[in-house]
């Protein structure tokens, strides 16, 4: 299973954009990278998922370069409610889904 | 939209006694998770289950833990004696088993916890 690493926190404001940056340098071939929002309290949920280039949602973007050893998520135009812990898991197999420490985003009025 | 369902959302319990969590994961899910998270810790893997048997475990999972699927619908964590350290917020999460060309990583879908103390 591929380890992943993540800052531990990030401070932004209200309206700023804020870029999570993951490091997976052992990423198999088959592996895909997913990112899940954890608020407090409540199960995590899924938020966006890619195996190369650039992915976007209504929610977020995955920028991954072409050697698939990092990624980075995107979130435009933080809010107060996108307060959270942010996770980047990178698997393919079903069986065994770890998630790692996380990175603890905090948004500021 | 399908959401899992987990219950009890709260359970208060002695230490020794016996617990029963329980889940029903999406109805056309067929991998089911059960994961713990000490408070302001992170989310540990326990166990997957597929198939009516277990598929991974973690060396969380020692013998004061089992699961099942008695029923078809519902997914549960017995944990056989509690201890203290056992209290923490228990999550049931679910997903389809993607085979046959599909393309992607499974997503994992997540009840709301219950949340475990141990006195």
């Known amino acids: 299973l591929a380890k992943t690493t993540q800052p531990i926190s990030m401070d932004s404001y209200e309206g700023q954009e804020v870029n999570i940056t993951c490091s997976h340098n052992?990423?198999?071939?088959?592996?895909?990278i997913t990112w899940y929002q954890q608020f407090p309290s409540q199960g995590p949920r899924f938020i966006i998922q890619g195996y190369k280039t650039k992915v976007t949602n209504e929610v977020a973007s995955l920028f991954i370069p072409a050697d698939r050893k990092s990624s980075t998520l995107s979130l435009p135009r933080v809010s107060l409610s996108d307060t959270a812990v942010y996770y980047c898991l990178v698997y393919s197999s079903a069986s065994k889904i770890i998630f790692g420490s996380g990175t603890r985003l905090s948004i500021r009025p | 939209e399908p959401e899992v369902t987990q219950t009890p959302s709260h359970q208060v319990t002695q230490m020794g006694q016996e617990v029963i969590l329980r889940c029903v994961p999406i109805s056309n899910h067929l991998y089911f998770y059960w994961y713990r998270q000490i408070l302001g810790q992170k989310v540990e893997f326990l166990v997957s289950f597929y198939n009516n048997e277990i598929s991974e475990k973690s060396e969380i999972f020692d013998d004061q833990f089992s699961v099942e699927r008695p029923d078809g619908s519902n997914f549960t964590l017995k944990i056989r004696s509690t201890k203290l350290e056992d209290s923490a917020m228990y999550f049931c999460?679910?997903?389809?088993?993607?085979?046959?060309?599909?393309?992607?990583?499974?997503?994992?879908?997540f009840g709301a916890g219950s949340r475990l103390t141990v006195l």
């Open positions: 999460a679910s997903t389809t088993d993607r085979v046959g060309g599909y393309s992607g990583a499974n997503v994992l879908t």
């Open positions: 052992n990423i198999a071939t088959n592996d895909y």
